[in-house]
């Protein structure tokens, strides 16, 4: 239970608890979500730093060539887009908590807490998008170097597909549900904080 929660406990208690202004609650309010989005500008750091880490401990053939010039630019580039549209994101973080720490009144201050999880859940449906390709390209490959699979004699293609599928969705599952639980706690926090915002424009204190 935050602040604003047990303040008005408080009120409903006792009636002779002093009341804060309206200016007041939305300073709580703005500071609570200053503080909300300072975390996860926070938390995608450290999931940058900790997937790159990762990156360069798991050890990757880099040898290994496909042979078709146009997949071989795709894999070679898309490591790096995968860090640049990272890095921009962290930014757009930083952006955001910089500018709901500044500014001071309540249309701003929901503009900007909508604005924050917009780009969150545009973060996590790009990395599954990242996660969605790299897949394809890893069944593409299994393909590639076993022709025989693809054979139409052969029923393990539909073996293949199937367990493909199943695989895909599974990391898909698990990085949603990542997302979710780390992103989505803080994202529903940001969405209590905005309808307090809201009542306040509608019901004044």
Request: proline share 2%; net charge positive.
């Amino acid at each position: 239970m935050d602040e604003l929660d047990i303040l008005k406990k408080h009120w409903k208690e006792n009636q002779k608890f002093p009341k804060l202004t309206q200016e007041e609650i939305r300073s709580m309010i703005h500071k609570k979500s200053s503080s909300i989005v300072m975390w996860i500008f926070i938390i995608s750091i450290i999931e940058f730093i900790i997937l790159n880490v990762i990156g360069y401990i798991i050890p990757n053939d880099k040898g290994v060539k496909t042979n078709i010039p146009l997949v071989e630019s795709f894999l070679d580039k898309f490591e790096y887009l995968s860090i640049l549209t990272s890095i921009i994101f962290v930014f757009l973080f930083y952006k955001n908590y910089r500018k709901i720490k500044v500014y001071s009144s309540s249309k701003e201050l929901m503009t900007q807490i909508i604005k924050t999880k917009k780009t969150v859940n545009y973060y996590i449906y790009i990395n599954i998008a990242f996660i969605l390709i790299s897949l394809c390209f890893v069944f593409f490959s299994i393909c590639y170097y076993e022709p025989t699979l693809l054979s139409e004699n052969s029923k393990n293609i539909f073996v293949l597909i199937g367990v493909f599928i199943i695989i895909t969705l599974f990391f898909i599952a698990i990085v949603w549900l990542f997302y979710k639980l780390i992103y989505g706690i803080l994202l529903k926090k940001l969405t209590k904080n905005l309808k307090e915002l809201e009542k306040i424009n509608e019901d004044p204190i």
